[in-house]
């Protein structure tokens, strides 16, 4: 059999317990919406960036479009300077090359002048030098222009003749008086040609 005083506590105990359990679920729920506010708070300050970032931000952009542009800079100068002590060897080179032109033609002439058995010796010995010679020039990018039997290139080749003959073609180098010369893509020296003239009709 159930007391009177057990009865009233089990009737006092039960709206306790509803109202811990209501309170409880409010304060997870204001808990969890607190959070959510929180949350969207430090996004949309994160999304909007203080003016003292934005200004370093752009500054750091301007520093590094500076660099990229000095560095660019510093390549064109470097180039420049190379190209340019590039081309100051090959004038020296081309200066001394020059000087020695005539030498090779007096080996040239000294060889073609006798053909007298007599200076067998000496003309082997000539031929020898001159094959040095010219090794040690083809060697530096001197080239020897081709004359005879080309068609006449003013850029190449000096005429100093005309030769009337019905057998080539009109402009045609028939004979080559002094050999020419390029050291690398530059004429040191034309060559001095005969060119065949117009038919005569």
Same mark, same amino acid.
């Given at each position: 059999m159930v007391s009177h005083k057990d009865k009233d506590e089990r009737e006092n105990s039960k709206p306790f317990v509803a109202t811990s359990g209501g309170k409880r679920m409010e304060a997870e729920q204001a808990a969890s919406e607190a959070a959510a506010a929180a949350a969207r708070a430090f996004e949309a300050e994160g999304n909007q960036q203080p003016e003292e970032i934005q200004k370093l931000v752009k500054e750091k952009e301007e520093l590094k479009d500076t660099l990229l542009r000095r560095q660019a800079d510093f390549d064109n100068y470097r180039k420049r300077v190379e190209k340019e002590r590039h081309q100051e060897r090959?004038?020296?080179?081309? &200066? #001394?090359? !020059?000087?020695?032109?005539?030498?090779?033609?007096?080996?040239?002439?000294?060889?073609? %002048?006798?053909?007298?058995? =007599?200076?067998?010796?000496?003309?082997?010995?000539?031929?020898?030098?001159?094959?040095?010679?010219?090794?040690?020039?083809?060697?530096?990018?001197?080239?020897?222009?081709?004359?005879?039997?080309?068609?006449?290139?003013?850029?190449?080749?000096?005429?100093?003749?005309?030769?009337?003959?019905?057998?080539?073609?009109?402009?045609? &180098? #028939?004979? !080559?008086?002094?050999?020419?010369?390029?050291?690398?893509?530059?004429?040191?020296?034309? %060559?001095?040609?005969?060119? =065949?003239?117009?038919?005569?009709?």
């Open positions: 090959h004038r020296g080179v081309e &200066v #001394v090359v !020059e000087g020695l032109l005539p030498v090779l033609d007096a080996f040239d002439r000294a060889l073609a %002048a006798h053909d007298d058995p =007599a200076y067998a010796e000496y003309q082997k010995g000539f031929e020898l030098i001159r094959k040095q010679l010219w090794e040690l020039l083809a060697k530096q990018g001197v080239k020897r222009i081709e004359a005879t039997g080309e068609q006449f290139n003013p850029h190449l080749h000096h005429a100093i003749e005309s030769v009337q003959n019905t057998e080539l073609e009109e402009g045609t &180098v #028939v004979g !080559e008086m002094q050999p020419g010369y390029m050291f690398h893509d530059r004429v040191l020296r034309p %060559a001095m040609v005969r060119v =065949a003239a117009a038919k005569e009709s």
